[in-house]
């Protein structure tokens, strides 16, 4: 079946800098899109989400950015600080009842302080 | 917010035993609930779909005759590992939604160990 990739296996950064983090999906039926943190042992912590009708959606410290016409995510962190060190996944899904999540290899990020 | 439990959160067997892993909604009911596996270093990938009082829906290769799955209701789903081998050794997650239909609740995972 598709499946959702991601560009970066792992990105190393400074504290205080910003992350860039990529994603390709390959479906064009999805419409919805999420952004998971996944720390050592635990199950995926849900960070931010956007819909197929929007571009770009903003939360605490962290934006996600949709380009439809080539099927490209990312996740930006403001500020990166050491407890965002963790492996993040893109997920992609069709917004409606009982739809299952298709995950992204994921990409581990760390920060050094 | 929404809370999905799972248990046990570790076990470790023998191979050719079986295995429950209980997955539950504390404050919301589930219309379904989703299973996972993850291997170590690897993305999550879905093992299969369970809609209350339904049987479950699952993906291409996961043999169903050996994972077992339970919806029995609305705040309970259950996964079991017939027969257990080494090579089942993973990290399993569950993940529930409700009426409000796309989002889903993620579990802690069960680490499951087979010698």
């Known amino acids: 079946g598709e499946s959702v990739g991601l560009h970066l296996p792992t990105l190393s950064v400074q504290e205080g800098d910003n992350s860039i983090i990529n994603c390709a999906y390959s479906n064009s039926a999805s419409d919805y899109f999420i952004w998971y943190k996944q720390e050592s042992g635990k199950g995926p912590q849900f960070i931010i989400d956007i819909r197929s009708n929007m571009d770009k959606r903003q939360g605490q410290r962290v934006t996600v950015l949709l380009n439809k016409t080539v099927k490209h995510l990312s996740l930006q962190i403001a500020a990166t600080q050491p407890g965002d060190s963790a492996v993040y996944f893109c997920a992609e899904t069709q917004y409606q009842a009982g739809t299952a999540l298709i995950f992204g290899k994921g990409t581990t990020l760390s920060v050094s302080s | 917010g929404a809370v999905v439990s799972q248990h046990p959160s570790w076990v470790i067997c023998k191979s050719g035993t079986s295995v429950k892993i209980e997955c539950r909604s504390l404050?919301?009911?589930?219309?379904?609930m989703f299973w996972y596996r993850q291997f170590p270093k690897q993305s999550l990938m879905l093992m299969a779909t369970s809609n209350e009082g339904s049987k479950a829906t699952y993906e291409q290769g996961v043999e169903k005759d050996k994972f077992l799955i339970n919806h029995a209701s609305l705040t309970l789903s259950t996964l079991t590992v017939t027969s257990a081998h080494p090579e089942d050794s993973s990290f399993y997650i569950c993940s529930a939604s409700g009426t409000d239909a796309e989002t889903q609740y993620f579990g802690p995972g069960t680490r499951l160990l087979v010698l």
């Open positions: 404050d919301f009911q589930a219309t379904t």
